[in-house]
């Protein structure tokens, strides 16, 4: 037996010393492979790379994910228009919010109020188009009567100024047998079902605005509850204040330029009706609106259409009408506006007006429109929770320069300069 015994532990101290690479590469059973081999979980029956098991399932993801996301683009794309509308919509409720609570408060049933401020609201909106319109019709109508006059006076000046013997009936010869006049009225035959495509747009689009306005504002309440009650307590309070801030500068803003759209349209209704100029009412009306709700160049468009029918009537009276809009402009942001906006919306001209071309850039006119009180409500809600610290009194904070020699420690190379 001791031969044996001595063999056996030969073999053992053999197989210990031995290379452990070489001694696990050579049992056939075992699953870690010998340096340069590939791992053999890779390895199919025949010695082929084998596919991880879990590379299928990442290649599955993925696609689905790519999926998902082509899906939802397309989507957004198809539904941006209504997105806007919902957005437009939400907005308006929040302007009537607060006269539909006050109705409320009084006793009033929440739909009913609702639909009193929409029907006042709708009043106004007609009122404005009807005088405009009837403006517009007037004046096409005065220049179609006068075109002959105006027709002849151009002559006569172009005789008397290039030494020409042109007639008015040569004239109209020559632009209704032209051929870019035969051009424009097909195109313009052509383009009337496309006016009309765009006008049944423009009120379906409208319809869409008022009524998720009407429901937004009459289930105002109801509409809170059911976003609070998927939201912890903590949660429901910063929702709540966010709403109101939205609601107070909505509101606020709305009712401000409102009022000073009232107090501008008066103003210029006046010296309208003291020049003579036609149509002073609708003139009135579209001022106070377009100085109002488009910020800082607002008052000069609107002012150009009354300064172009005053010099219909008589040229100094355009002058006169120009240096009455610059005049109030000047009133309205130094005395007016101060005192109507401090406890609405305060918010920097520079900062309003970036605030229209951003919204104006994003969503067009309808960006305009909701980009003041838009910021305004981020403005508010930001001031209310951003920590505000004193300034110190260091010169430099208020615009002035600390003299030398009192506190204030000289660089050594501008001493040696």
């Given at each position: 037996?001791?031969?044996?015994d ?8 053999a ?17 870690t ?30 696609l ?20 806007i ?10 302007a ?35 005088l ?6 007037g ?10 006059k ?44 496309d006016?009309s ?18 429901y ?101 009276y ?30 920097h001209?520079a ?24 910021v ?42």
């Amino acid at each position: 037996m001791a031969p044996t015994d001595e063999i056996n532990t030969d073999d053992r101290e053999a197989d210990a010393g031995a290379d452990p690479g070489t001694h696990r590469a050579q049992g056939p059973d075992h699953d870690t492979p010998a340096p340069g081999e590939p791992p053999r979980g890779l390895l199919g029956p025949a010695g082929a790379a084998r596919m991880p098991r879990w590379l299928p399932r990442a290649v599955v993801l993925v696609l689905a994910l790519y999926a998902c996301f082509q899906l939802g683009s397309w989507a957004f794309h198809q539904l941006i228009g209504l997105l806007i509308n919902i957005l437009i919509a939400f907005f308006l409720a929040l302007a009537m919010e607060p006269a539909v609570g006050r109705m409320a408060a009084r006793g009033m049933r929440r739909g009913l109020a609702t639909f009193l401020v929409f029907l006042a609201l709708t009043i106004a909106t007609v009122g404005f188009v009807v005088l405009l319109g009837s403006m517009l019709a007037g004046q096409i109508v005065d220049m179609v009567e006068q075109f002959p006059k105006y027709l002849d006076s151009v002559i006569n000046w172009v005789n008397h100024t290039f030494h020409t013997e042109l007639s008015r009936v040569e004239v109209q010869d020559s632009l209704l047998h032209s051929d870019w006049l035969q051009k424009y009225v097909q195109n313009s035959a052509t383009g009337v079902l496309d006016v009309s495509a765009t006008v049944l747009g423009g009120l379906f689009r409208l319809l869409t605005i008022f009524l998720f306005s009407f429901y937004f504002a009459a289930d105002g309440p109801r509409l809170r509850r059911t976003i609070c009650s998927v939201l912890p307590p903590a949660r429901q309070a910063e929702v709540l204040r966010a709403w109101e801030i939205a609601v107070d500068k909505t509101g606020g803003y709305l009712y401000s330029r409102s009022l000073m759209a009232l107090i501008s349209g008066i103003a210029h209704y006046i010296l309208l009706q003291i020049l003579g100029v036609p149509y002073a009412p609708a003139l009135a009306v579209w001022v106070g609106l377009v100085s109002q709700f488009i910020p800082t160049i607002g008052t000069y468009l609107a002012g150009a259409l009354p300064m172009l029918l005053a010099f219909t009537v008589n040229p100094w009276y355009a002058v006169w009408v120009l240096g009455f809009v610059v005049i109030y402009q000047q009133f309205e942001n130094y005395v007016l506006q101060p005192k109507l906006t401090a406890k609405t919306v305060d918010i920097h001209p520079a900062v309003a007006f970036g605030s229209v071309i951003a919204g104006t850039a994003l969503m067009g006119a309808v960006g305009a429109l909701i980009a003041i009180p838009a910021v305004a409500t981020l403005q508010a809600f930001l001031g209310a929770y951003v920590r505000r610290y004193d300034v110190t009194d260091d010169p430099r904070v208020h615009g002035r320069h600390q003299p030398r020699g009192r506190g204030a420690t000289a660089r050594p190379d501008a001493e040696s300069s």
